[in-house]
């Protein structure tokens, strides 16, 4: 898969392998995921976990017959394949919680897509405790194609070094 194009929002440093504490990072720095092919498995997996069995994850007639060149995968496995690409990526976010989502499905995804994510930081602020920081991160998930399938913003609270939860117990 080609490496996903720089973002409008790409500003600041592409990051590469490592720990990044709240204060490592500026708005602009980004960087993007390893990719993952969407397949039968994930697509029935999922319908079964979640009960979403719609046909047009299920049924290959109904989905032809809706437009689609074959089934799609569920719009929420996209978002939650995109979710597992940041978190087991190199670039280790020293996250905390996810505290929501602002999310679009721009395009299907097919099974057998090669879906990989481009993550950007917009914004960064302290809590109101100061002991931690909250990141507004922009993602995108792109196709074997380098199609924009997905896209949104997630706010992540990463710790800051020094912070008690930063330090192992003894």
Not at 113 to 119: E, F, L, Q
């Amino acid at each position: 898969m080609n490496q996903p194009l720089p973002s409008k929002s790409d500003s600041g440093r592409a990051l590469g392998a490592g720990e990044y504490w709240y204060e490592d990072l500026a708005p602009g720095d980004h960087y993007a995921t390893a990719g993952v092919t969407v397949t039968e498995a994930h697509v029935v997996g999922f319908a079964g976990l979640v009960g979403d069995l719609f046909d047009v994850h299920m049924d290959e007639e109904f989905a032809r017959a809706q437009g689609f060149p074959g089934r799609i995968a569920h719009g929420l496995l996209g978002l939650s394949m995109a979710d597992g690409l940041k978190t087991r990526c190199p670039v280790r976010l020293m996250g905390v919680a996810t505290l929501g989502w602002s999310w679009s499905f721009r395009a299907p995804i097919l099974i057998g897509d090669r879906i990989c994510a481009r993550i950007s930081v917009r914004a960064a602020r302290l809590t109101k405790r100061g002991d931690r920081g909250i990141l507004s991160l922009e993602m995108q998930v792109l196709n074997q194609s380098g199609r924009v399938v997905q896209e949104g913003t997630t706010e992540l609270m990463v710790r800051r070094r020094g912070s008690p939860e930063s330090t192992p117990a003894s």
